[in-house]
């Protein structure tokens, strides 16, 4: 593939942003109309609105150039067949057979993964029918009333995210609670309420190496026979969620209840894995069913969608758009649903693990901006913490709104006011208040200039009737392959993630250095060293 630089969309691109860099959304607006009901689009139950970007038919016309001179649909299709695009691993890129229907195909090396994909699905739902019926018993003898799953990254972030996303779906006399940080406050705070003999423990964990999740993992199994008193009761009281088979046998778990998955399934694109099994715990199979046929109607719209309508499509080029060529560095994930708390943390792994990369395909250093910083949370709290620096600031955000037409918590007028909020934000960013209608309200001209709101401000608002398990898997996967398409036009590996590796392996080494009792060798540099030392001396 040549250079993105020297594409002849990406240099047109480059002399139109000179163009667009002054056109204001108002203009834009009154030259069109219709432009609120035309730049829209619809798949899977959801709604894109992106007339307030400050693109015109020009724009998209190039951005659609962009994505087609870069292979983006071909790239795609790689993926759905399963082809190895994951080159630095030498891995397929398949979470999308994840949530494929029973008579799909889809192989890999020659086999068909999809009865496997269910297999493990049914064994799911018969452990976690068992548990939301209280017939899988503890060691005890007592039922399994609490969940703990003990995972990092994606075997955490995409599971807490979408128990929370999905709680009004719960089974409310169960307790689900997620240990991440080895920071031992985590464990200690989640379980000094729970009893021993009604807990069970989910060891999240693809590669079952993961140090954090690995020392709650054997803190949480101290806790547990510290009380229960017989390795026997580790049986009845963990289960696993890995792909290493013979790492969950070293650590005593039975392979009888561990839930297999794939190398072909990222971390961060496995949420909908056995890595999802306490979601399904909580919200029962049916829902969990429900949730990856949402995923799956993302898939399709992505696969067949035309790359004018389709919408992972349209928000990764306009997300290009600001990124490449307006200078945008960040993007900001504003979900108007209290129950959508996590999604914003859950986007940051997805978004900035899968793209912040600087290294071609190729293993070329790139010459352009990659992956946004991501970031957000839950309205109408972000209105009153950091949205006077989007309205006002020097900085150019572009944000997504994600609201939903029916609350799943009918309590007059809550809902209305925080949809006008949606509404009145995305109009406030778009067309801001002018100087003459500061002074026109009768504003000291003195302070009229801090009360001018320059507008301009771009965002998507993203509607779907109500957040059932079936929109948030829409949802969830709609994030998945804008990712996906930024990545295939940045011609870089959102598949692997070797930026976290040099800080783990560090990690490891220093661990041993201040549990020393002897003054070690610290070959570290002078800064390290002497935190070290200050450490060591002031740890007790
Ligand atoms: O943060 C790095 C990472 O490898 C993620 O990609 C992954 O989701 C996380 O660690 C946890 O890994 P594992 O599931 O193997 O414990």
Redesign the pocket.
């Known amino acids: 593939m040549s250079k993105l630089t020297d594409l002849s969309a990406w240099q047109a691109l480059e002399t139109h942003y000179y163009d667009m860099a002054e056109v204001q959304l108002r203009e834009l607006f009154v030259s069109d109309p219709q432009r609120g009901e035309r730049l829209t689009a619809e798949g899977a139950g959801l709604y894109l609105d992106y007339s307030k970007h400050r693109v015109t038919d020009e724009t998209l016309k190039l951005l659609l150039a962009l994505a087609a001179e870069a292979g983006v649909e071909k790239k795609r299709d790689a993926m759905f067949a399963g082809e190895k695009i994951n080159i630095t691993e030498g891995r397929a890129v398949l979470h999308t057979a994840l949530r494929a229907p029973r008579d799909a195909v889809i192989n890999v090396d020659g086999k068909n993964v999809v009865p496997d994909v269910h297999e493990v699905l049914d064994r799911m739902g018969e452990f976690a029918d068992q548990i939301r019926a209280g017939k899988w018993l503890g060691y005890t003898g007592k039922p399994i009333k609490n969940i703990v799953n003990i995972?990092?990254?994606?075997?955490d972030l995409g599971p807490v995210m979408a128990y929370e996303a999905l709680k009004h779906y719960s089974q409310r006399d169960l307790t689900l609670r997620f240990v991440s940080n080895v920071d031992g406050t985590d464990i200690a705070e989640k379980t000094r309420d729970l009893d021993p003999a009604e807990t069970l423990f989910i060891v999240?964990?693809?590669?079952f190496?993961?140090q954090e999740?690995m020392t709650n993992a054997r803190t949480a199994r101290q806790w547990l026979l510290s009380a229960l008193k017989d390795d026997a009761a580790v049986a009845r009281h963990f289960v696993a969620v890995s792909t290493n088979a013979t790492e969950v046998q070293k650590f005593g778990i039975d392979t009888a209840n561990m839930f297999g998955f794939w190398d072909w399934v990222?971390?961060?694109y496995s949420m909908d894995s056995a890595i999802g099994l306490s979601v399904m715990i909580a919200v029962g199979p049916d829902n969990y069913r429900e949730l990856l046929a949402g995923f799956h109607d993302m898939d399709e719209h992505f696969r067949t969608a035309p790359a004018d309508k389709n919408l992972p499509m349209l928000m990764g080029l306009i997300g290009i758009w600001y990124n490449n060529f307006f200078g945008a560095e960040s993007v900001a994930v504003l979900p108007y649903d209290q129950y959508l708390a996590y999604f914003p943390a859950y986007l940051q792994q997805l978004d900035m693990?899968s793209n912040g990369k600087h290294i071609t395909l190729e293993g070329q250093t790139v010459d352009y901006q990659t992956g946004p910083i991501i970031w957000g949370q839950p309205g109408t709290n972000g209105q009153h913490a950091f949205y006077q620096l989007i309205h006002q600031g020097t900085k150019l955000i572009p944000c997504d709104f994600i609201g939903f037409c029916q609350t799943l918590n009918v309590l007059p007028p809550h809902h209305d006011l925080l949809m006008a909020n949606v509404f009145a934000q995305t109009e406030a960013l778009a067309f801001g208040k002018t100087y003459e209608q500061v002074i026109a309200d009768g504003v000291d001209p003195k302070i009229a200039p801090h009360r001018v709101f320059d507008g301009n401000r771009p965002t998507s608002t993203i509607l779907a009737d109500r957040l059932t398990p079936r929109t948030l898997g829409a949802l969830i996967a709609l994030y998945e392959h804008k990712v996906f398409v930024q990545g295939a036009i940045w011609d870089i590996n959102s598949f692997d993630?070797w930026g976290?590796e040099l800080g783990k392996v560090l990690a490891s080494k220093i661990a041993p250095e201040l549990d020393s009792k002897a003054e070690p060798d610290l070959k570290h540099d002078s800064s390290t060293n002497t935190l070290i030392r200050r450490y060591r001396a002031r740890r007790g």
Not at 151 to 155: E, L, N, T, V
Not at 204 to 207: A, H, Q, V
Request: aromatic share 0%; net charge positive.
């Open positions: 995972g990092i990254g994606g075997s999240s964990s693809k590669t190496t993961t999740t990222g971390g961060r693990e993630q976290v």
